[in-house]
């Protein structure tokens, strides 16, 4: 089985897992200043719990799993975790989304980890302006953390940016070098209007607007990649471009001015065990209990319940609450 096709024709294959709710940064955009009251240990989904949901998602045609948080590497034993979720599904598409700030004090665990590829979130490069962000983060953590996996042979590695007007808008060429010169993939995501207290329009840049300060490195045209076992660029919702001069690739995300909702194939599970069938949506299905009771015919029911739930867009879900961090991204 190659996935769940929902009401709409879109085959969902793709689980977003968030393994806590806990951050060692408190970036701006996801996080409140003084944090988030953490959940207990009893609120969150075990280790055991989480690779026995693995399996029902398996059993349904789930291809590709993604670890987030918060920071995933905040929690206890995520490493040895990635071990054993890789001994138990050796084909399953590995990955995890991360600062990078923890990779290095975790180097043996993780090179351990066969086929594991990484997004790390970089908005800036510049030590003050990632303190700012951060409040409080060392950039010189995550780019130790970059290039210990890089090391280790974690790939793909993708660079992942949002971009903000007035904040890290010039850096951008800056950020795509760093990428480029570290054999990674620098890929732009648009400023998502999750928290309204957050996000303003004079901030946002659409993905026209990234490619305009792109520009100055050079012709970039749009590439439709090749998505072979052994190419270096990933499928996903990004749209990539080639710099004509460098002949190096860069992604855009569009998740706003051009959403790619018609392609999305994913479901996301918080920490708690709360499934969404959308980052938007407030449609939120408790599984934690009935993940406890391994009740495997009413965690099949609820997912393809939850999948039924995909709206057509985003526009159309935005009854959703809360930050990035209570979600997993």
Not at 46 to 57: A, G, K, N, P, T
Not at 166 to 178: A, H, K, Q, W, Y
Not at 250 to 268: D, M, T
């Amino acid at each position: 089985m190659a996935g769940i096709i929902d009401s709409r024709g879109r085959r969902v294959n793709y689980a977003r897992i968030s393994v806590t709710d806990r951050c060692n940064y408190r970036c701006v955009y996801c996080m409140p200043e003084d944090g988030v009251k953490p959940l207990s240990h009893t609120e969150i989904m075990r280790y055991e719990d989480i690779l026995w949901f693995s399996e029902v998602l398996s059993g349904l045609g789930m291809k590709k799993i993604r670890f987030t948080g918060g920071e995933p590497l905040v929690r206890r034993g995520m490493p040895k975790f990635l071990i054993d979720f890789r001994k138990v599904f050796p084909e399953m598409s590995l990955s995890i989304t991360t600062n990078a700030s923890l990779v290095t004090q975790n180097i043996s665990d993780l090179a351990k980890v066969r086929g594991l590829s990484m997004n790390i979130s970089l908005d800036t490069l510049d030590p003050i302006k990632f303190r700012e962000m951060t409040r409080g983060g060392d950039i010189g953590d995550v780019v130790s953390g970059i290039r210990t996996a890089i090391e280790i042979g974690i790939s793909p590695i993708k660079i992942n940016t949002v971009p903000i007007r007035g904040f890290n808008d010039s850096e951008l060429p800056r950020i795509v070098n760093f990428a480029w010169d570290n054999g990674l993939i620098p890929r732009f995501i648009e400023f998502m209007p999750l928290c309204d207290d957050v996000w303003t329009r004079d901030r946002f840049m659409g993905a026209a607007e990234i490619l305009s300060v792109l520009e100055e490195m050079g012709s970039w045209n749009s590439v439709q990649p090749v998505f072979s076992p052994d190419s270096r660029v990933p499928h996903g919702p990004a749209r990539y471009y080639t710099n004509s001069a460098s002949g190096q690739t860069a992604g855009i995300i569009e998740a706003v001015s051009n959403h790619f909702c018609s392609e999305c194939n994913r479901l996301r599970v918080t920490s708690s065990g709360r499934m969404r069938s959308c980052l938007f949506s407030g449609n939120e299905i408790p599984l934690l209990h009935i993940i406890r009771e391994r009740n495997l015919e009413a965690v099949r029911r609820e997912i393809i319940a939850c999948i039924d739930m995909k709206p057509h867009s985003w526009n159309d879900a935005r009854d959703g609450k809360g930050r990035m961090s209570d979600i997993g991204g």
